[in-house]
């Protein structure tokens, strides 16, 4: 037995959810829960993955549509055994099955492999989970030299069997010829009227078939989502691990339990995070970087040594050695700073490229503009680079400095060394050194009378 077929179970309509969203395309983590169950079905050596849709059916296929997993339609949700009938067409001889749930996102790569090293011609597995809270749960039922006998429902259950504290997650691993075999003489005469897969266990030990049962790392693991509480507290819990892997691989968090990140995070060592940032696609962290708080960064590429102050926002943006940014800055997509350069508060970029040391301290807008080395833009200034219909560049030369509250006008060129003076117009191209004023004149008028207020 070589190659895995993965059946993740879909189709359930997910009603607490109270959504018009299939329940398994809620995010965790910023991804539907049911991307992190097939992200952990891929582990698989030789696996392949088919997702019993029901409930969005459309819905959910088109959003994993990307030709790597099967899809097998259950057309009225008849049980969970009902719902693995659907797949059995797509199960190839020879295989092992494993039965996954999509709404049980936080299974992990080394429990199912520990599940499937227990799979043998007569002996199937089990992941099971001791637990003070049974209730709902399907028990496990064990003989009396220990062996796994059946599963029975809660539902079904003796008063007896209500005390048994050993529950089934759901999740099993055999042969699929096996499977294919026992699936059909599931009945339906239970308190439910629903096709129960839990009722394969006792066909198997008629068959003289071992169940050796596995235990998941944590409950978390195996804990299935419900309604939004459930999400709520399997994000906390996912957040958890997350916090935890990057603390051990170097970085600092000031809170863990006041940090998200929703994607990709990689980081280097000697990080400092503080409260309350959120991160979001795929970011890059290298070493030595300090986040303040309230940061929001999604996309982006940060190198080592940059700070970035409290309340910034930034996105899809990379940020070169030593470089300064925040508090309170927007770089939008296409921000480019090179090293140590700084942008300070209430400014926003977009499509600018800072060269090395430039710096825009405070409240500007700086859009499609190329900034060379050393450059300083004063407070205030701001690209005019859109005309209402199409957006222009700015070019600003090495070692030039903007005057505050200046205004220039795309598309428009500052040679190296330009000079402008604050409160500039700009709309004419300024040579290499020159220095542009395009202000209006100051008169001072003597002996000008003050307004004096009127009499009733
Ligand atoms: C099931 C198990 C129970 C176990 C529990 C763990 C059975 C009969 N019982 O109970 O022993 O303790 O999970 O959480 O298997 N689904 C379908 N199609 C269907 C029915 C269900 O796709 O026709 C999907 C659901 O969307 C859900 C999963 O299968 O993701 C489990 O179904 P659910 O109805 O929640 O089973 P439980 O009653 O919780
Ligand atoms: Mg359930």
Known sequence: MKHTDVVILAAGKGSRMQSDLPKVLHPLGGRPMLEHVLVAAGTVPDGRSIVVTGHGATQVEQSFADGEHLFARQGEQLGTAHAVQMALPHLRSGAVALILYADVPLIN??????????????????????????????????????????????????????????????????????????????????????????????????????????????????????????????????????????????????????????????????????????FSGSVTIGSGVTIGANCTISDSTIADGVEIKANSIIESAVLGECCSVGPFARLRPGTVLGKHAKVGNFVETKKAHLGEGSKINHLSYIGDAELGDHVNVGAGTITCNYDGVNKHLTQIGNEAFIGSNSTLIAPVEIGDGGFVAAGTTLTKNVNDAELAVGRAKQRNIAGWQRPIKKED
């Open 109 to 278: 790569a080394t429990t199912i492999a520990r599940m499937l090293d227990a799979v043998a011609p007569q002996q199937i597995a089990l992941l099971t989970l001791q637990t003070d809270n049974a209730s709902g749960y399907g028990r496990i039922v064990r003989g009396v030299e220990g062996a796994i006998e059946s599963i029975v429902e809660h539902r079904d259950a003796t008063a007896e069997q209500l005390n048994i504290n050993e529950i089934n997650t759901g999740v099993m691993a055999l042969g699929a010829d096996q499977l294919k075999a026992w699936l059909p003489q599931i009945n339906n005469n239970n308190a439910q009227g629903e096709y129960y897969l839990t009722d394969l266990i006792a066909i198997a030990r008629a068959h003289d078939c071992r169940v050796e049962s596995i235990q998941p790392t944590s409950a978390n693991e195996v804990q299935g989502v419900n309604n939004r509480v459930q999400l709520a507290e399997l994000e906390r819990a996912y957040q958890g691990q997350l916090a935890r892997t990057l603390m051990l691989a170097g970085t600092t968090l000031a809170d863990p339990a006041r940090f998200d990140q929703r994607g990709e995070l990689v980081a280097g060592v000697d990080n400092y995070i503080d409260i309350n940032c959120v």
